[in-house]
């Protein structure tokens, strides 16, 4: 009489945990083995097969298996291993940061060190490490040569005073003034999917197609009032000074008979000479530029960022018209539960990283951020 394959028992929720583990990316591959061993055991596979399609041996199915059927999810981790934890000899730590520092050989055509790559280097010069001792040193050091950072130095003559203005908006506002942060989001693409997107599911995100349409883009123009977080909008197709200039009448009118602190960045539409001219016939209006290389400064810049993040990067649109509409839904939304940005850093703290090294009486050097 042939054996019969004793199914496993896995409840609705293990199941979705051990699903999400074996999509993850980046998932430990011994945590996707296991949780592999457990589905297919729950469907009835026998345990040579687990083992051929798994790519491992029976007695690892047969002990992962019984694992979980003892001791449920906490089952498939690794128990405390007894003995001394494995140290690495001081003079091996010290050659791999000191390789590791360094750029890599010509030879070798990479721009940066892996794992494997600075383990094979020290094998051929005489010291025996392993891959895994190059990344437990990695970790203890907080290297990450895969990392890459990005800064850009301000040349702006006005830097330190452009900044005192603008930060001084957001800490001292001036009284029965509003202060607005002003700005356009360029380039927004209405895409839309070949195929209705998969919607969310437990153990399962949502999916759609990696190929789109494109049905053209439009330009999110947007006033920040920085007290309430509220948010003043328009979307045009182009974005010269014909636009910008249609869009400060628009904020004008939105806040009749009080004087406005406009925050924006250089921008040549925003310095254009019809703008120039306007503005002269309105004195209540008074604008305030950030520092070149500095539109971090402009709080807008955060609203652009959450929109795009909760609207516009997932959104899917058949025309500019369903765009536009979406971007308007959205700011409404925004508008009923606004609440202010909370600026925190003074503008000392923020010179002594924005201000370029050679114009710094310190050795340290300093960057602005994007």
């Not at 190929?211 to 309430?228: N, P, Q, S």
């Not at 509220?230 to 910008?244: G, I, S």
């Not at 806040?255 to 019809?274: E, S, T």
Request: include cysteine; glycine fraction near 4%.
């Amino acid at each position: 009489m042939p054996n019969r394959v004793r199914t496993l028992l896995l409840a609705d929720d293990d199941r979705a945990v051990l699903l999400r583990r074996v999509r993850a990316r980046g998932a430990p591959a011994r945590e996707v083995e296991r949780a592999r061993i457990v589905l297919l055991a729950a469907d009835g596979v026998p345990g040579v097969r687990i083992a051929e399609r798994v790519g491992c041996s029976e007695p690892t199915v047969i002990r992962w298996r019984s694992r979980f059927a003892e001791d449920g999810l906490a089952g498939l981790v690794d128990e405390p291993r007894s003995g001394k934890p494995p140290t690495i000899d001081q003079a091996v730590r010290d050659e791999i940061l000191s390789v590791t520092l360094t750029e890599p050989p010509v030879e070798l055509g990479i721009t940066h060190w892996s794992s494997r790559l600075l383990a094979d280097r020290l094998r051929r010069d005489g010291k025996q490490v392993s891959h895994s001792t190059v990344a437990r040193v990695w970790r203890q050091f907080g290297i990450q040569p895969h990392r890459l950072g990005t800064f850009k130095f301000s040349t702006d003559p006005e830097l330190e005073a452009k900044i005192r203005d603008v930060v001084g908006l957001y800490l001292d506002p001036p009284e029965k003034a509003v202060v607005l942060c002003v700005d356009e989001k360029s380039q927004i693409q209405a895409l839309d999917r070949t195929a209705p997107i998969l919607p969310l599911r437990p153990g399962l995100p949502e999916s759609r197609t990696h190929d789109y349409v494109r049905h053209g883009t439009t330009t999110l123009f947007a006033a920040l009032e920085v007290a309430t977080g509220k948010v003043t909008d328009a979307c045009y197709q182009r974005h010269r000074h014909q636009e910008f200039l249609r869009f400060l009448k628009q904020v004008a009118t939105a806040y009749p008979r009080v004087a406005l602190h406009v925050v924006c960045d250089n921008y040549a539409a925003h310095k254009h000479p019809a703008v120039t001219a306007w503005l002269a016939r309105n004195p209540r209006i008074t604008m305030h530029f950030t520092p070149t290389s500095g539109s971090w400064l402009n709080l807008v810049e955060v609203f652009f960022g959450i929109i795009t993040r909760q609207a516009i990067r997932r959104g899917t649109f058949t025309s500019i018209a369903d765009l536009e509409s979406a971007i308007e839904i959205y700011i409404d939304a925004w508008n009923e539960r606004a609440q202010p940005f909370t600026w925190t850093k003074d503008a000392d703290t923020i010179l002594a990283k924005a201000t370029h090294p050679k114009n710094r009486k310190t050795n340290t050097a300093s960057e602005t951020r994007h």
